[in-house]
């Protein structure tokens, strides 16, 4: 799958409240080095919003 269809995957699975998938997706795509954009940060928060994560949450990366 195209990088930047994963991201929008994310994002779609937020939408579908499937943040647990949308977790494990995003999980994926940094053990494959993906970059992620500004937009993903938001996803997965959202996503961990979504299921009460907040441990994961707090690992997001802070943006300056």
């Not at 996803?43 to 943006?63: I, N, Q, R, T, Y």
Request: hydrophobic share 45%; net charge negative.
């Amino acid at each position: 799958m195209p990088i930047g269809n994963a991201l929008s995957w994310i994002l779609g699975l937020v939408k579908c409240r499937q943040g647990q998938m949308a977790l494990d997706l995003y999980q994926q795509l940094q053990q494959e080095g993906v970059e992620p954009t500004t937009v993903t940060f938001v996803g997965v928060l959202s996503a961990c919003a979504s299921v009460a994560a907040l441990d994961e949450g707090m690992h997001v990366p802070k943006w300056i």
